[in-house]
């Protein structure tokens, strides 16, 4: 089992920057694909980056540029930076890990994006 924990959501004004950390449970990490999800309300839940054990990242259209994964094995950490906040960044961000066989997922830390 793994244990997810996001912090720092909260509000930010469009423009502006925010800062997602999730930390895991297990020293395993370094062999889990870590990923950042969002979910709107009435939408689905929708990919926003995620980030190889080989550290390579990809990112959906919508945040390419804007936004930046990254992990620290050691530290058992992703984070995931967003600059140049839209409003329809607003949603509820979810952390996940993959290890090929199972996805875990974090509780989720709301992002608000209005002036």
């Known amino acids: 089992q793994v244990q997810l924990v996001e912090s720092g959501g909260g509000l930010a004004q469009p423009g502006g920057s925010l800062r997602l950390s999730c930390a895991a449970s297990?020293?395993?990490?370094?062999?889990?694909?870590m990923g950042w999800y969002r979910q709107a309300p009435g939408k689905q839940r929708d990919l926003v980056a995620h980030?190889?054990?080989?550290?390579?990242?990809a990112y959906s259209d919508s945040v390419k540029g804007r936004f930046t994964i990254s992990r620290d094995n050691a530290k058992n950490t992703v984070h995931l930076q967003m600059n140049s906040l839209k409003p329809e960044d607003t949603a509820i961000y979810y952390c996940?890990?993959?290890?090929?066989?199972?996805?875990?997922w974090g509780q989720g830390t709301q992002v608000t994006v209005s002036s």
């Open positions: 996940s890990a993959w290890n090929g066989r199972n996805t875990y």
């Open positions: 297990r020293s395993i990490f370094s062999s889990f694909v």
């Open positions: 980030i190889t054990t080989g550290a390579a990242a």
